[in-house]
């Protein structure tokens, strides 16, 4: 198992797993024990589709539970009290002109366990989090990306 890699997280991140765990641990796993029971109650279980799919689900829920946990034991919070503004880092607020679109993007670099594309978190492991780390304000940075290459102006820079 990969116990070594450090995970890095905003404070907000690191309470998002926690919360998740907390909810896995103290209602998923009675709902699919109940789930279980009823489909016991049932009669012969060998051939009982209710309690094969409480069975993988419950094993879903363990499986899930571990890694958080795993990640949680792995966890660095990011001190976002020490991040730079005039510089990007994880943790930063990263607001870009991307040049193709001619429009302007807000980016938060995050540890990847924390990424979430859909809520602008992208990943300091990503090609665009990559590029725009240890780049300033008026910083022009091409990404590779798989339509080809990206220009990204650096607008601002905040936490």
């Not at 209602?27 to 060998?46: L, M, N, P, Q, T």
């Not at 795993?70 to 503004?85: F, L, P, Q, T, Y």
């Not at 001619?102 to 990847?112: H, K, L, Q």
């Not at 366990?113 to 809520?119: H, I, K, R, T």
Request: glycine share 6%.
């Amino acid at each position: 198992m990969e116990e070594k890699k450090e995970i890095l997280l905003t404070q907000e991140g690191y309470q998002k797993l926690e919360d998740e765990l907390e909810i896995l641990k103290t209602v998923r796993r009675r709902e699919v024990a109940d789930r279980i029971k009823v489909a016991i109650s049932f009669g012969d279980i060998s051939e009982n589709a209710e309690y094969d799919e409480a069975k993988n689900e419950q094993a879903q829920v363990e499986e899930r539970i571990i890694k958080l946990e795993s990640m949680i034991r792995r966890a660095v919070i990011i001190d976002e009290s020490k991040i730079d503004s005039n510089i990007v880092t994880i943790g930063s607020i990263v607001k870009v002109n991307d040049m193709d679109f001619e429009e302007e993007v807000e980016y938060t670099i995050v540890g990847s366990a924390e990424a979430d594309p859909y809520e602008g978190k992208i990943s300091n492991e990503s090609p665009v989090g990559k590029a725009l780390l240890g780049r300033t304000i008026g910083d022009v940075v091409d990404v590779q990306v798989p339509d080809g290459i990206a220009k990204f102006e650096i607008l601002e820079i905040r936490r």
